[in-house]
């Protein structure tokens, strides 16, 4: 089995920051992307930023403003996101695609509980 974890979520004002943390854990061999989805309130699951090896992807509204990382030996996906805007209040959550044999080739899609980020004044 494998968990997903974040944290790092919570009320900050327009124009703040705040980081959010996915501590991955459990039967991981391999994982081939992390990513961040957000959902508000009324509002289908989007995709905000992917990391995949070195290479990154951002939804159009947080580019410039949001930071995807990894840490590799920790098995941990960051998200910094600065200049805060109201309208990225959401429940953020990770995703990983993750195998967890070296005897196969099969990744399977692993989602986190999700952390809330409210943003107001």
């Known amino acids: 089995q494998v968990q997903l974890v974040e944290s790092g979520g919570g009320l900050v004002q327009p124009g703040g920051s705040l980081r959010l943390s996915c501590a991955t854990s459990g039967s991981i061999f391999s994982i081939s992307a992390m990513a961040w989805y957000r959902q508000a309130p009324g509002k289908e699951r989007e995709l905000v930023a992917r990391i995949a090896s070195s290479n990154t992807y951002y939804a159009d509204s947080v580019k410039g403003r949001f930071t995807i990382s990894r840490d590799n030996a920790k098995n941990t996906v960051y998200l910094q996101m600065n200049s805060l805007k109201p309208e990225d209040t959401a429940r953020y959550y990770c995703?990983?695609?993750?195998?967890?044999?070296?005897?196969?080739?099969?990744?399977?899609?692993?989602w986190g509980q999700g952390t809330q980020v409210t943003v107001s004044s």
């Open positions: 995703n990983g695609v993750i195998s967890s044999s070296p005897l196969t080739s099969i990744y399977l899609v692993y």
